[in-house]
């Protein structure tokens, strides 16, 4: 159930970089920013959701995130020639376990060869107790349902 608030609207961001710890925090909800990503090689723009409290792992910090992200190069791809560059946007869950970790994503490939630095984009996450929803200008391309993965993330106090 979705409780319906007043939408907070805030001047343009400018800067290279957002932190916006202790500004708020919360636990199950929708964050859509709107931003035009980076452009550059090996640049690596992306949105991450991470707890905002210690815990027992990881050296007493969590380092779990929920991500969105897009790269800045304009031409990449991977050993099996499939590209993974500017015209592809990710959402992602990333879990880590002592010194190693998991992602576990989700891919859209933006079909009319256009990269998502050349204009702004709304960039969306949806997080709810059993699915993380992720939305580029509304449209829908992934979700991560993973029960054990979610468990991880519902057992945190709220994110920042």
């Known amino acids: 159930m979705w409780i319906k608030k007043t939408p907070v609207f805030t001047k343009p961001y400018t800067k290279k970089s957002a932190n916006l710890y202790s500004k708020f925090s919360f636990k199950y909800g929708r964050i859509e920013i709107g931003v035009q990503m980076p452009r550059g090689d ?87 107790k059993d699915i993380i929803s992720f939305m580029v200008n509304g449209l829908h391309f992934g979700d991560i349902t993973n029960k054990t993965l979610l468990e991880r993330f519902n057992e945190h106090e709220p994110v920042v």
């Open 42 to 128: 090996w640049i690596f723009p992306n949105i991450l959701l991470e707890p905002n409290i210690k815990n027992n792992r990881n050296n007493g910090f969590s380092k779990d995130q929920i991500r969105l992200y897009s790269r800045g190069n304009e031409v990449l791809q991977n050993e099996n020639y499939i590209f993974f560059d500017g015209r592809s946007v990710f959402g992602s869950v990333v879990v880590w376990h002592d010194t190693n970790f998991s992602e576990y994503w989700t891919v859209r490939e933006n079909k009319d060869e256009l990269y998502y630095y050349d204009a702004p984009y709304n960039y969306t996450i949806i997080w709810q």
